[in-house]
């Protein structure tokens, strides 16, 4: 077990307790109540309910039969075999190290901060320097500078194609003025 000061030196599914790394799921006091499963999630635990069951994780959970998806709570919906399911603990829900939380009953998978990739098949560490990005960037720099040397049909064109890579939000509205806005996901 890898010494640490603070959450940030451990992995996102273990908690610094008394300069150690732990998985906060396992400690002596277990955090959750009968019959709740635990997991961690950024260096916590939460506690949830199991599928066909539902109540307040940290205290109890009780088993549950469901006819639709309203008999079940928020974060559920009711499945064919008449259970409260809980679609980001269905196996492959989301991609190795994503985020998940239920939107409307269904897994909204994310990379958390500081990953890049397809939350539905892999978050990876660190900031994206794709092809796609860099040409963007590039594209950037050359609408940015040339916005008084370029007519307005050309500044248009070729600053769309970054609205096109959707990297940003371009708004031409005439040869003096270029808008946009970087998409929060690709800084």
Not at 80 to 89: G, S
Not at 105 to 112: E, K, N, T
């Amino acid at each position: 077990m890898a010494g640490c000061r603070s959450h940030n030196d451990c992995p996102n599914d273990q908690a610094c307790v008394n300069g150690q790394c732990h998985n906060p799921c396992t400690t002596p006091k277990f955090p959750c109540g009968t019959n709740a499963q635990c997991r961690v999630s950024e260096h916590r635990a939460v506690c949830l309910c199991p599928d066909g069951y539902q109540g307040e994780p940290s205290q109890i959970c009780k088993q549950y039969e469901c006819l639709r998806d309203d008999d079940c709570e928020s974060n559920k919906y009711c499945s064919e075999d008449k259970v409260c399911r809980n679609p980001c603990l269905e196996a492959g829900a989301c991609g190795s190290k994503a985020q998940c939380r239920v939107i409307h009953r269904h897994a909204q998978c994310s990379c958390p901060p500081g990953y890049y990739g397809n939350p539905l098949f892999e978050c990876k560490q660190g900031k994206l320097y794709s092809t796609q990005n860099l040409v963007a960037k590039y594209l950037f720099w050359i609408c940015y500078k040339s916005k008084k040397l370029l007519d307005l049909a050309i500044m248009s064109m070729l600053c769309s194609r970054l609205f096109v890579l959707n990297i940003v939000r371009i708004t031409v509205t005439d040869t003096t003025h270029i808008g946009w806005t970087w998409r929060q996901s690709w800084l």
